[in-house]
């Protein structure tokens, strides 16, 4: 067992962090949700898409235009002013059965169902800012708290040098410590590029890549307290935008079908016109010799005959496309109930987490720390002993503020839907909704690169 140095004992100095994250400006997450409400461009696609939709909606309810022209009939070269037939004519096509009502049914259940996918991807944007936030927040933590390990492992190898120079300590102790030291360094530079890497998402995700760096503010520790799985599940099976979505869908794929079904009753074709006849009356009363027929008039009426094509592939299509759109609501269900049961675990876990460090880890690392420069002070202590109890503590923080930002997370994603990913392309109305996934919390903590 080594000697205690002798002599008065000397006081912990006080470590000045290197300036890898500057002090400002200083950033907040309502500012970060603001500049991505503004410059995210799939915002402003969803936006795109509602008016689009509503375009279609206006389009489908317009009468069909009619048809106007000239025509010319029993024209003779020889002769032409003798027989031929000329006049103006006027067409129109009338749709029968509630066709352009259902189709205007049908776009207009199509804008609800883009307002809708509107609001999600508006949730899904604030979720990736907030997620992204407290990931790049926890990073900026990280590195200064691997900042202060570090600079801690480099004050180890100066005082055990002094301890090898007076014969208090052993190479393989020299040896050991520098080692610590570098690997302390080496995570240090990880936290740095983790932190830089999730600031260059969480800049991308707000629709400003070139946002130099900041300073984030804000605390890890979540005040709005712990979740209840019971409202949140009845929540997320009632209220998720993806659920409204898909109920939209079926909504849609039902006018779809009774549009389609409309297709079997035929249109009314309506052709009027007015012309002049130049032939002559032959043979003919004495009164009218030589005269030509003059004016006329002609009006033509049909209608097409539903005998060999009454639409019925496109009525059986229809059917089975409200038939796939009911199961897709019932499996995106069974699919939410699954993904939820998924995250609150992770939620579950990382709270217990969070309270098994709060309340018995840390501060027992603190009081070890205590302990130990008390008795250093003392000279009860080598100083070794203070530095290691130190590391100790450092190494303790660095797992409180990874579980804390997996809380953060998880609750976010929880409260949010399970939303996320706010750069992904955009589904359209009346096309399929594929489930938003929520990354994994080792998808979406960088920190976790420094485990």
């Known amino acids: 067992m080594h000697q205690m140095p002798s002599g008065p004992p000397v006081q912990t100095p006080q470590r000045q962090r290197r300036q890898v994250i500057p002090n400002d400006p200083v950033l907040t997450l309502a500012e970060m949700e603001e ?33 106007a022209g000239y025509f010319l009939e029993e024209f003779v070269f020889r002769s032409p002013g003798e027989t031929a037939e000329q ?23 199509e804008r609800d169902q883009a307002t809708m996918l509107a609001e999600a991807q508006r949730l899904r944007v604030a979720n990736s800012i907030r997620l992204l936030y407290y990931e790049t927040l926890g990073a900026q933590r990280l590195v200064e708290l691997r900042d202060d390990l570090a600079q801690l492992a480099h004050e180890a190898v100066e005082i055990t040098n002094e301890l090898y120079n007076v014969g208090q300590a052993d190479r393989p102790d020299q040896l050991e410590i520098e080692i610590e030291s570098e690997r302390a360094e080496i995570d240090f530079l990880r936290a740095q590029n983790a932190w830089q890497q999730s600031w260059r998402e ?13 300073r984030l503010a804000g605390e890890l520790h979540d005040p709005a307290g712990p979740l209840n799985e019971t409202q949140l599940a009845e929540s997320l099976l009632n209220q998720s935008p993806e659920v409204r979505v898909a109920e939209v869908g079926v909504e849609r794929a039902r006018a779809v079908l009774d549009r389609t079904r409309a297709e079997r009753v035929p249109d009314l074709f309506l052709r009027g016109g007015l012309g002049y006849n130049y032939e002559r009356f032959e043979p003919a009363p004495p009164s009218v010799v030589g005269r030509r027929k003059g004016a006329e008039g002609r009006l033509e009426v049909g209608v097409t ?53 709060r309340t018995r880890v840390v501060p027992r690392a603190r009081q070890a720390y205590d302990m130990y420069l008390a008795n250093f002070r003392q000279m009860a202590a080598a100083y070794p002993q203070v530095l290691i109890a130190q590391r100790t503590l450092f190494q303790v923080e660095v797992e409180y503020a990874r579980a804390l930002v997996q809380l953060r997370q ?17 589904n359209r109305a009346g096309e399929g909704t594929e489930g938003f996934r929520l990354r994994a919390p080792s998808e979406a903590t960088g920190v976790s690169d420094n485990r």
């Open 35 to 67: 500049l991505a409400v503004r410059q995210n461009p799939t915002l402003a696609q969803a936006d795109a898409a509602v008016r689009a939709a509503e375009g279609r909606k206006r389009q489908a309810g317009m009468f069909p235009n009619p048809t």
């Open 87 to 109: 006049g103006i004519f006027v067409e129109q096509t009338i749709p029968l059965g509630g066709k352009l009502g259902k189709a205007r049914r049908v776009f207009a259940v």
């Open 202 to 214: 969480l800049v991308a995700m707000a629709g400003n890549p070139n946002l130099p760096p900041a």
């Open 305 to 357: 005959i539903p005998i060999f094509n009454r639409n019925q592939g496109g009525i059986e299509a229809a059917r089975a496309d409200l038939a796939i759109a009911e199961l897709e609501l019932q499996r995106l269900r069974l699919s939410l109930q699954s993904r939820f049961a998924v995250r609150f675990r992770e939620y579950r876990n990382a709270e217990q987490m969070v309270e098994r460090y």
């Open 410 to 426: 998880t609750a976010i994603g929880l409260r949010g839907f399970l939303l996320a990913g706010g750069l992904e392309s955009i």
